[in-house]
């Protein structure tokens, strides 16, 4: 019925027209955007000059080359950020201004009210991060008569849109689940640092000239920017936005949440255990299925990289390796309970971190650092095989005998986390954000203290005292 009575895209425009509105009618806000906007290129222009002048009388003029389109990233990345203040305070804002009741009264949809102020939010941004862009080129070409090839124009233009996107679109969200604008301000900070270290990241890009490896990262943040305007979409709630009060920390209720989802209905450690096996492990086959795809393709990834970097055939040589390996395992507290112990906590500690940073990513930075064993064993695979050498022995030596325990660990751990990080993209009908994650959170432990934890006892246990015995047997033939 409210979808029918505006029309789908009207009543988006209705609302991004309006807002659109209200930022050009406000000085404060328009002023420090243009002013920066068009300041920053021509201090970026001064600064390329010279740099280049600079690098080139000690003949590094690569350096300046490649310096000139990084200072052209930045350029659009500056006003996106200083126009973030706009998304930050599209709902908040208006919340605490008492201006957001007369629009959530208007028959327009949820997704009519969030996506209108979403393309309004990006109007801004955008558009002065084009202006910037447009200042600089102009300014390049009337000093330095540089011009940039058509891909690197392009790949410029879709990485700034696809920032400005991820930045903006996360900022909505923060927005429409915070009561003030102090607190979005405070929690744009989960935005600002994680895209300037992509900033960072993509300078080495560019210095390095690897210009192909930018159109994979478009490609993410486009992927990244959906996962976002979809979770945006779907935490966006009119009646809750209007009854919710101040943030106030309640332990006791989080602890009652979060006990409630790990304990489940069990009346016994017994009868937990058995429901860890039972509902749990099923629940999660999906995302177990998810990370046993990502770790062989990490292995994959390993293996291929074995033929572009391969190392010297003598230092691979399995009967030598064998020979010192006793020695080695001695010195490094193997086959004793001290080298179980440093083996237990680092694989704890790992993935633990790999935790924290999964419920920033959505599980996607955990499924990397997951990848990255699988990816070293896949390199030192394919330069076994490359060497001539039998690869089924050195799986069997150094490899397989602990990994019975520690794969599985593995995959119900990046399940288990994958689960945590993609909450807040599933709300259950009826349950609020937060919680969602505390019963994400509670999957979670469960299947960490339930299998994780015993399958990495396990594993250490193997790794220091099987692992050795069977790498000397296979090795040395002792």
Do not use: C
Not at 198 to 222: D, P, Q, T
């Amino acid at each position: 019925m409210r979808e029918s009575a505006l029309g789908g895209f009207q009543g988006t425009w209705i609302v991004a027209r309006r807002e659109i509105r209200d930022q050009l009618r406000d000085w404060r806000i328009l002023t420090p955007i243009i002013l920066l906007t068009l300041f920053f290129p021509v201090l970026m222009n001064f600064t390329a000059q010279q740099a280049v002048d600079f690098v080139s009388r000690y003949g590094a003029a690569l350096i300046g080359e490649r310096l000139v389109p990084f200072l052209l990233m930045v350029v659009g990345f500056f006003p996106i950020s200083i126009s973030l203040v706009i998304a930050l305070e599209s709902f908040a804002g208006e919340r605490e201004r008492l201006s957001i009741e007369p629009l959530l009264a208007t028959p327009l949809s949820d997704l009519q009210l969030y996506a209108g102020k979403l393309i309004a939010s990006l109007a801004m941004p955008l558009f002065a991060a084009y202006l910037g862009i447009f200042v600089y080129l102009l300014g390049l070409a009337l000093r330095m008569q540089w011009y940039p090839s058509f891909q690197l124009l392009m790949q410029v233009l879709l990485l700034t849109t696809a920032q400005a996107v991820v930045m903006v679109t996360g900022a909505v969200v923060i927005s429409s689940q915070t009561t003030s604008v102090r607190a979005a301000n405070l929690l744009a900070s989960f935005l600002i640092i994680p895209i300037s270290q992509l900033i960072i990241g993509e300078s080495v890009i560019m210095f390095w000239g690897r210009y192909s490896v930018l159109w994979w990262i478009v490609f993410g943040l486009f992927l990244i920017a959906g996962v976002l305007g979809r979770m945006g979409i779907r935490l966006f709630n009119r009646e809750e936005l209007l009854g919710r009060e101040i943030d106030a920390l309640n332990p006791r209720w989080v602890w009652g949440e979060f006990w409630t989802a790990f304990r489940g209905e069990a009346r016994s450690p017994a009868a937990w255990f058995r429901a860890v096996i039972t509902r749990s492990l099923p629940r999660a086959w999906v995302p177990v299925a998810i990370v046993a795809g990502t770790l062989a393709a990490g292995f994959a990834i390993g293996w291929f990289m074995a033929q572009r970097f391969t190392l010297p055939a003598d230092l691979l040589d399995l009967d030598r390796l064998g020979s010192g390996l006793l020695k080695e395992m001695l010195r490094f507290g193997l086959m004793s309970g001290r080298g179980w112990a440093f083996i237990l906590v680092n694989n704890i500690r790992a993935l633990l971190l790999a935790t924290l940073l999964g419920v920033f990513s959505f599980g996607v930075v955990s499924l990397i650092l997951l990848m990255t064993p699988m990816a070293i064993i896949g390199y030192f695979s394919g330069n076994m095989a490359l060497a001539g050498h039998d690869t089924i022995r050195f799986l069997l030596a150094l490899v397989i005998p602990h990994a019975v325990a520690e794969v599985p660990a593995m995959l119900i751990a990046g399940a288990a986390i994958l689960q945590l990080g993609l909450a807040v993209l599933g709300l259950s009908h009826g349950k609020t954000l937060s919680q969602n994650w505390l019963a994400a959170l509670g999957e979670w432990a469960r299947l960490s203290v339930g299998l994780v934890l015993p399958l990495l006892v396990l594993a250490a246990l193997l790794e220091v005292f099987v692992t050795p015995r069977v790498a000397l047997a296979l090795l040395t033939g002792s």
